[in-house]
Structure formats: structure tokens, C-alpha cells
């Protein structure tokens, strides 16, 4: 494989580290001293090799121990893990977009062979092989959206688009800060960012509502 990685852990003895090379493609955010709120969106273009944006989705050195912390999270509370009934089918959009892109992007870590709907995964760091039916749950351990998250890095949230809004309606959430998925499933934009001081007053989230609505298909931003 073309990625050395980690054996470390997130809790109690706590071995998590950087290598030099993640510390240098760390994509520091912050470009002064001082912090304000902001919509800080732009196109997802693939950068330079080597760039945490160079791939649709980043695999890197911590991906086989995060996904482990992950599945001790789970474990522990599995609530942090949540679909709808209506988003099932959203749960399988994401599952194909995951497969597909990092097997076109990491040939040497995962692989996609399909027949129609019969599809067989498979996740070599992770020693994962799946053969399933697309849109079948049955043959699945989970439901998709699970199943894939599972085995991507960063959380996910699933919003579904109604009433001019859009709804946490799914997600897999398991490294947030100070927010709770199980609070937050059904809210709306504004009602899960209305813990967040002054950012309502600039307009921050009507901007950025008014934004993810005009989002095209094909066309994803960061």
C-alpha cells in the first residue's frame, strides 16, 4: 500500500500523532490573528498532489486506527449514528459517490466491480470484503449509510431539501464538538446552528442556507 498507517489511539493513553508530511498538508484555516464567523465555501477543485483536496475524499495515515475509534464510539453509543426512514435511499446515493471515488482515486487501497446491482467492495486496509445488492439492505451488515461511514474518514450529516429548508435528517457523527446528533436529527438549518452566538446577527446562516440551496449536482464545494 502507498499509505503508512498509524497504529495509535484517540483516548486514554492517547498515542495519536503527526507525521512531518500531514503537519505540511494540514490545511490551516486560519489566515490572521483574529477569528470571525464567515460563509467559507468554494469550489471542491482537485489541487496539487499530495493535497488533502487533491482527492474527492482524503484517506491519510490516521484512516485504519480512526475507523477503529470509530467503531469504538459506535460501541459505546450508538446513537451517534442516525437515519430517517425517508433518507434510506439518500444513505445509498452516498454509499455509491464514497465506493466509487475512492476506488477510482485509491486503486491500491479499494476496489468496486459491478454487474448491474450485484457489487462487490472491497477495503484492503480495513480488510473488508462485501459482495451486496444495491438498494438491497438485507445484504448488507447495516444500513448503507452506516456501512460506508464506517469506513470513511470525518463525520457525515444527510440533509434532506423541504419547505425551502434543509433538515439533519441523517448522519454519522462521532468526533463533533459541543453538538449532539441524537438532539439534532429532524432540526432544521437554523434550529441546529441556533447555539451559535452572533453568527445569526451578520446573516451568516441565511447566507449560507441561501448558498447550499443553488449547490448543482456534479458541482461540490468545501
Known amino acids: ?54 482527492k474527492t475524499f482524503d484517506v491519510d495515515e490516521h484512516y ?3 475507523m477503529r ?21 439518500a444513505g445509498w446515493d452516498l454509499l455509491e459517490l464514497i465506493m466509487v471515488e475512492k476506488a477510482k482515486d485509491y486503486p491500491d487501497l479499494f476496489e468496486l466491480h459491478r454487474a448491474g446491482d450485484r457489487w462487490h467492495w472491497i477495503n ?8 451486496f445488492t444495491f438498494l438491497d439492505e438485507t445484504t448488507l451488515p447495516c ?34 464538538a459541543d453538538w449532539s446528533l441524537d438532539f439534532d436529527i429532524g432540526m432544521n438549518f437554523y434550529e441546529w446552528h441556533a447555539p451559535v452566538p452572533k453568527a445569526h446577527e451578520l446573516g ?7 448558498f447550499l440551496l443553488n449547490l448543482q449536482q456534479g458541482a461540490p464545494v468545501r
Open 64 to 66: 485504519v486506527s480512526e
Open 124 to 131: 484492503k486496509p480495513l480488510g473488508i470484503e462485501q459482495k
Open 69 to 89: 475509534d470509530r467503531a469504538r464510539v459506535l460501541s459505546d453509543d450508538p446513537l451517534r449514528c442516525q437515519s430517517l426512514p425517508h433518507m434510506t435511499l
Open 143 to 176: 444500513g448503507p449509510m452506516e456501512y460506508i461511514t464506517r469506513q470513511a474518514q470525518g463525520d457525515f450529516a444527510l440533509l434532506d431539501h423541504r419547505d425551502d429548508n434543509l433538515w439533519m435528517d441523517a448522519g454519522m457523527v462521532t468526533t463533533q
Open 1 to 54: 500500500m502507498t499509505i503508512q498507517f498509524n497504529d495509535e489511539t484517540f483516548y486514554d493513553d492517547f498515542t495519536f500523532r503527526n507525521s512531518e508530511r500531514a503537519i505540511r498538508r494540514f490545511p490551516f484555516p486560519f489566515h490572521e490573528d483574529s477569528y470571525m464567523y464567515s460563509v467559507n465555501l468554494e469550489p471542491h477543485l482537485s489541487l496539487r498532489p499530495g493535497s488533502v483536496y487533491e
Open 204 to 210: 451568516v446562516f441565511q447566507r449560507a442556507l441561501k
